[in-house]
């Protein structure tokens, strides 16, 4: 197990235990009215399946209606019980939400009901004010309904590894995914051969070991002259074949040592034809290994004019700085390549992304408490992802460990109570 995937298994587990004892009575975070299932049925329904209000023989029921149109609300009235004209009740909603935003409503009669004036927007989680007036009394009612909220103590998110970031501008880079593999330089390779054909006297090195530049790799006796020469190695590196041995005849087209400079390596990509113009040497390109655990930051350095006559694609060359020898000649890579970028107004951290229902959100802190903020979502990288609309600028949300938020939530139930 990866030290990464440690960490997030030990975050997971921190926060878990954390929750364990908040629902052992240790902790003051409970689900609010509107959590669970369980919950939003503690309240009475009425035929249209809203939520009734009631005070003597006076009574509203409330729902929100989206059936093919923008959320809205649509409220019945009555009186035993039994509907009345909607134009004899006045009607005021006001919804507070996390963070102190109010919502107003009025509202006008259509039918058998009273229809609210404008769209009751995601999430659906608020503080509801209810006022209403029927022959000249008036009457009011509250009640919360939360969806998509949790309350988790600092220190608990804190010791779970849980960050926040506020949302503003960023620049979203346009990219191009492109698949390669780490090659050897041309003047990281090099084939050691005898320069006059004759017997071979003494091979010095080995497979896998070390060399240096000049150091004496074997002694031939040529053939004709009879003198005994030495041949040194042309490059520093690693004996990657040896092709011979003490009296074998040695001749000037056969190699007898390959060496490997491991430090001179570049990764070759394969660039597909629908890529190619978007492509330019100098452009900046994010060099991963398959697993994701090493990356570097590097530049094309050059585009080969040529194209395969099978595949049809180029080869972009990026150089790669291999002191360390972390990049192994032959090792599959991905390259993620900077075709362009565009500074946007609103963003947020593409890893903050989860799943609520049908929608992609973040979660919202304000104080100790998170709540969901559904997205509208313009384009993505790997890094951000451009918001239109859902979250407001200067908002705090959870950017690390925001799954553990999310199962949070799930944990206690998120009800759309309409």
Not at 17 to 42: M, R, T, V, W
Not at 378 to 392: A, F, I, K, Q, S
Request: include cysteine; charge should be negative; hydrophobic fraction near 40%.
């Amino acid at each position: 197990m990866s030290v990464k995937i440690e960490k997030t298994a030990q975050a997971a587990f921190a926060l878990f235990a954390l929750f364990a004892l908040n629902a052992c009575g240790n902790g003051e975070a409970q689900p609010s009215e509107g959590h669970g299932e369980a919950q939003a049925e503690e309240y009475e329904r009425g035929p249209h399946r809203g939520r009734m209000l009631r005070d003597g023989d006076f009574a509203v029921e409330i729902t929100i209606f989206e059936d093919g149109v923008d959320p809205e609300f649509r409220v019945y009235p009555f009186v035993n019980d039994r509907p009345i004209d909607p134009s004899a009740v006045d009607l005021e909603i006001d919804l507070g939400r996390l963070g102190g935003q109010i919502d107003e409503f009025n509202f006008s009669p259509q039918d058998d009901l009273l229809r609210g004036g404008g769209v009751v927007t995601e999430p659906h989680s608020f503080d509801v004010m209810v006022r209403a007036a029927y022959q000249g009394r008036q009457y009011e009612w509250s009640y919360d309904s939360y969806e998509g909220r949790t309350t988790i103590k600092q220190e608990q998110a804190d010791a779970a590894g849980v960050e926040v970031e506020t949302t503003g501008p960023a620049t979203i880079e346009e990219t191009v995914t492109l698949s390669g593999r780490v090659e050897l330089q041309p003047h990281g390779r090099a084939e050691v051969g005898a320069w006059f054909p004759g017997r071979i006297v003494e091979m010095t090195k080995k497979i896998g070991e070390t060399v240096e530049k000049g150091e004496t790799l074997a002694r031939v006796t040529a053939s004709e002259s009879l003198q005994t020469y030495q041949i040194p190695a042309p490059i520093s590196g690693v004996v990657m074949e040896r092709r011979a041995n003490v009296g074998d005849v040695a001749t000037a087209d056969h190699a007898l040592y390959i060496i490997a400079d491991a430090t001179q390596v570049h990764a070759e990509f394969y660039v597909y034809p629908r890529d190619a113009e978007r492509l330019a040497a100098g452009q900046p390109i994010m060099v991963k290994s398959l697993s994701g655990e090493k990356s570097i930051e590097a530049k094309i350095e050059t585009i080969l004019p040529a194209a395969d006559m099978m595949t049809q694609t180029i080869v972009a060359h990026v150089e790669l700085p291999n002191e360390d020898k972390t990049w192994r000649p032959g090792q599959a890579v991905e390259g993620v390549a900077v075709v362009g970028e565009e500074n946007v107004p609103l963003a947020v951290k593409t890893e903050a992304l989860q799943r609520f229902r049908d929608f992609t959100v973040v979660y919202a802190r304000v104080g100790e408490t998170y709540e969901v903020r559904m997205l509208e979502l313009g384009r993505r990288t790997p890094e951000w992802t451009e918001v239109l609309g859902g979250v407001d600028p200067g908002i705090e949300y959870v950017t690390k460990n925001a799954f553990l938020i999310r199962q949070d939530v799930e944990k206690s139930g998120a009800s759309h109570d309409h």
